[in-house]
């Protein structure tokens, strides 16, 4: 039980060391996260697409 009780008071040490994101830093960090997502969705959507139809197109042959 020493171990763990050991453990959990390093855990909360290093928590008190942590630097927590500002609100407003975190809205730009989301809006980023976001953005990126759906600009990569769009791009594998395309990808998939254009790969799709080029199959098509080739076994239409």
């Not at 171990?3 to 909360?12: A, C, R």
């Not at 060391?17 to 980023?32: A, G, M, R």
């Not at 600009?39 to 395309?46: G, I, P, R, S």
């Amino acid at each position: 039980m020493g171990k763990i009780k050991q453990f959990l008071h390093e855990v909360m040490s290093e928590m008190r060391k942590t630097s927590w994101p500002k609100s407003k830093e975190l809205t730009k960090y989301t809006i980023v996260v976001i953005t990126t997502v759906i600009f990569f969705a769009l791009f594998f959507v395309l990808v998939d697409l254009g790969i799709s139809e080029a199959i098509r197109w080739y076994l239409d042959l």
